[in-house]
Protein backbone atom coordinates (compact mmCIF):
# COMPACT_ATOMS: atom_id res chain seq x y z
CA UNK A 1 0.00 0.00 0.00
CA UNK A 2 1.23 3.56 -0.89
CA UNK A 3 1.90 6.11 1.83
CA UNK A 4 -0.76 8.25 -0.26
CA UNK A 5 -3.49 5.43 0.15
CA UNK A 6 -2.63 4.67 3.72
CA UNK A 7 -2.75 8.72 4.43
CA UNK A 8 -6.34 8.21 2.99
CA UNK A 9 -7.43 4.60 4.52
CA UNK A 10 -6.26 6.48 8.41
CA UNK A 11 -8.19 9.35 7.77
CA UNK A 12 -11.58 7.24 6.60
CA UNK A 13 -10.78 5.35 9.91
CA UNK A 14 -9.76 8.07 11.98
CA UNK A 15 -13.00 10.85 10.67
CA UNK A 16 -15.33 8.10 9.33
CA UNK A 17 -16.55 10.60 7.10
CA UNK A 18 -16.32 11.63 3.55
CA UNK A 19 -13.70 14.31 2.74
CA UNK A 20 -14.57 16.89 -0.25
CA UNK A 21 -11.98 17.53 -2.59
CA UNK A 22 -10.23 20.55 -1.00
CA UNK A 23 -10.47 18.37 2.86
CA UNK A 24 -8.71 15.19 0.50
CA UNK A 25 -5.94 18.16 -0.45
CA UNK A 26 -5.31 19.61 2.66
CA UNK A 27 -5.27 15.66 4.44
CA UNK A 28 -3.01 14.39 1.67
CA UNK A 29 -0.98 17.92 2.06
CA UNK A 30 -0.42 16.70 5.74
CA UNK A 31 0.87 12.94 4.74
CA UNK A 32 2.45 14.03 1.56
CA UNK A 33 3.62 17.75 2.32
CA UNK A 34 5.09 18.05 -1.47
CA UNK A 35 1.85 17.15 -3.70
CA UNK A 36 0.37 20.30 -1.41
CA UNK A 37 3.13 22.87 -1.47
CA UNK A 38 3.80 22.20 -5.29
CA UNK A 39 0.66 20.97 -6.71
CA UNK A 40 -2.05 21.51 -9.54
CA UNK A 41 -2.86 25.19 -8.19
CA UNK A 42 0.39 25.68 -9.53
CA UNK A 43 -0.25 24.23 -13.66
CA UNK A 44 -1.84 28.18 -14.38
CA UNK A 45 -1.93 30.38 -11.22
CA UNK A 46 -1.62 34.02 -11.20
CA UNK A 47 -0.85 35.74 -8.22
CA UNK A 48 -3.31 38.51 -7.42
CA UNK A 49 -0.74 41.02 -7.96
CA UNK A 50 0.04 39.58 -11.06
CA UNK A 51 -3.41 40.01 -11.82
CA UNK A 52 -3.59 43.32 -11.05
CA UNK A 53 -0.33 44.42 -12.92
CA UNK A 54 -2.04 42.99 -15.84
CA UNK A 55 -5.35 44.48 -15.59
CA UNK A 56 -4.08 47.86 -14.34
CA UNK A 57 -1.69 48.06 -17.38
CA UNK A 58 -4.70 47.45 -19.76
CA UNK A 59 -6.36 49.90 -17.63
CA UNK A 60 -4.04 52.50 -17.76
CA UNK A 61 -3.35 51.68 -21.76
CA UNK A 62 -6.92 52.28 -22.53
CA UNK A 63 -6.47 56.10 -20.50
CA UNK A 64 -3.78 56.86 -23.14
CA UNK A 65 -1.50 59.40 -22.63
CA UNK A 66 -3.29 61.07 -19.52
CA UNK A 67 -3.27 60.21 -15.70
CA UNK A 68 -5.26 58.32 -13.87
CA UNK A 69 -5.05 58.41 -9.85
CA UNK A 70 -4.52 55.02 -8.01
CA UNK A 71 -7.77 55.85 -6.48
CA UNK A 72 -9.61 56.30 -9.92
CA UNK A 73 -7.88 52.95 -10.72
CA UNK A 74 -8.64 50.97 -7.82
CA UNK A 75 -12.16 52.11 -7.85
CA UNK A 76 -12.68 51.35 -11.94
CA UNK A 77 -10.70 47.44 -10.82
CA UNK A 78 -12.74 47.11 -7.54
CA UNK A 79 -9.56 46.54 -5.63
CA UNK A 80 -7.84 47.80 -2.35
CA UNK A 81 -6.21 50.79 -2.92
CA UNK A 82 -2.77 49.67 -1.05
CA UNK A 83 -2.21 46.40 -2.31
CA UNK A 84 -2.12 48.36 -6.03
CA UNK A 85 -0.37 51.45 -4.76
CA UNK A 86 2.11 47.98 -3.59
CA UNK A 87 1.84 46.52 -7.25
CA UNK A 88 1.88 50.14 -9.51
CA UNK A 89 4.89 50.52 -7.23
CA UNK A 90 6.88 47.47 -8.78
CA UNK A 91 5.42 48.74 -12.45
CA UNK A 92 6.88 52.10 -11.28
CA UNK A 93 10.65 50.58 -10.74
CA UNK A 94 10.34 48.44 -13.46
CA UNK A 95 10.33 51.38 -15.99
CA UNK A 96 6.46 50.53 -17.59
CA UNK A 97 4.41 53.14 -15.19
CA UNK A 98 5.57 56.84 -14.78
CA UNK A 99 4.26 57.90 -11.43
CA UNK A 100 3.55 61.78 -9.99
CA UNK A 101 3.11 62.13 -6.14
CA UNK A 102 0.46 64.62 -4.91
CA UNK A 103 -3.01 65.47 -5.16
CA UNK A 104 -2.51 66.10 -8.90
CA UNK A 105 -0.37 62.52 -9.47
CA UNK A 106 -1.07 59.28 -10.37
CA UNK A 107 0.00 57.18 -12.74
CA UNK A 108 0.59 56.59 -16.81
CA UNK A 109 1.78 54.16 -18.50
CA UNK A 110 5.58 54.77 -19.45
CA UNK A 111 6.10 52.40 -22.58
CA UNK A 112 5.33 51.80 -25.91
CA UNK A 113 2.17 49.94 -25.70
CA UNK A 114 2.51 48.07 -29.44
CA UNK A 115 5.80 46.85 -27.66
CA UNK A 116 4.88 45.63 -24.27
CA UNK A 117 3.40 42.14 -23.65
CA UNK A 118 1.37 40.94 -20.90
CA UNK A 119 4.37 38.84 -20.26
CA UNK A 120 6.41 41.60 -19.46
CA UNK A 121 3.96 42.99 -17.06
CA UNK A 122 3.94 39.27 -15.40
CA UNK A 123 7.51 39.33 -15.36
CA UNK A 124 8.02 42.98 -13.93
CA UNK A 125 6.09 41.41 -10.83
CA UNK A 126 6.60 38.04 -10.55
CA UNK A 127 9.80 37.25 -11.81
CA UNK A 128 10.52 34.93 -14.91
CA UNK A 129 7.36 32.48 -15.99
CA UNK A 130 8.62 29.16 -14.89
CA UNK A 131 7.14 26.37 -17.27
CA UNK A 132 6.39 23.30 -14.76
CA UNK A 133 6.20 20.39 -16.17
CA UNK A 134 5.62 18.38 -12.73
CA UNK A 135 2.77 18.60 -10.11
CA UNK A 136 5.92 18.11 -7.68
CA UNK A 137 8.58 20.78 -6.78
CA UNK A 138 11.05 17.63 -7.96
CA UNK A 139 10.13 14.83 -10.28
CA UNK A 140 8.80 11.62 -8.64
CA UNK A 141 8.30 10.05 -11.56
CA UNK A 142 10.72 7.78 -13.11
CA UNK A 143 10.68 7.82 -17.01
CA UNK A 144 7.23 9.13 -18.02
CA UNK A 145 5.11 11.58 -16.11
CA UNK A 146 1.55 9.90 -15.25
CA UNK A 147 -0.26 13.04 -16.92
CA UNK A 148 2.36 13.03 -20.14
CA UNK A 149 3.41 16.15 -20.86
CA UNK A 150 0.33 17.90 -20.14
CA UNK A 151 1.51 20.23 -17.62
CA UNK A 152 4.16 21.34 -19.58
CA UNK A 153 1.74 22.06 -22.67
CA UNK A 154 -0.41 24.09 -20.81
CA UNK A 155 2.36 26.43 -19.25
CA UNK A 156 4.01 27.18 -22.50
CA UNK A 157 0.25 28.08 -23.90
CA UNK A 158 0.09 30.38 -20.79
CA UNK A 159 2.88 31.97 -21.79
CA UNK A 160 2.68 32.28 -25.62
CA UNK A 161 -0.32 33.42 -25.17
CA UNK A 162 0.92 36.33 -22.39
CA UNK A 163 3.80 36.89 -25.01
CA UNK A 164 1.70 37.00 -28.08
CA UNK A 165 -0.84 40.00 -26.03
CA UNK A 166 0.26 43.64 -26.52
CA UNK A 167 -0.80 46.30 -24.35
CA UNK A 168 -2.56 47.97 -27.38
CA UNK A 169 -5.07 44.90 -27.66
CA UNK A 170 -6.36 44.78 -24.54
CA UNK A 171 -8.19 48.05 -23.94
CA UNK A 172 -11.38 46.96 -26.42
CA UNK A 173 -10.99 43.31 -24.45
CA UNK A 174 -12.02 45.50 -21.32
CA UNK A 175 -14.55 47.65 -22.95
CA UNK A 176 -16.24 44.35 -23.88
CA UNK A 177 -16.56 43.40 -20.03
CA UNK A 178 -18.27 46.41 -19.02
Given amino acids: MSRVERCFEE ?11 LGQKRYL ?6 LWVAG ?11 ALAMHAMALLAEHGEGWMTL ?7 AVSESHLAK ?8 GLVNSVRGPRGGF ?10 LLDVYEAVEGPFRIRGCMFASPKCEGACIVGGLLGTVNRQVREHLARA ?3 DL ?3 LRSDR
Fill in 166 to 168: RLS
Fill in 40 to 50: MSEVVRFSEAA
Fill in 171 to 173: PAL
Fill in 71 to 77: KDVAKAL
Fill in 11 to 21: KATFGAKKLDS
Fill in 87 to 94: VLQRLARR
Fill in 29 to 34: GSCYPE
Fill in 108 to 117: RVAVDVEEVT
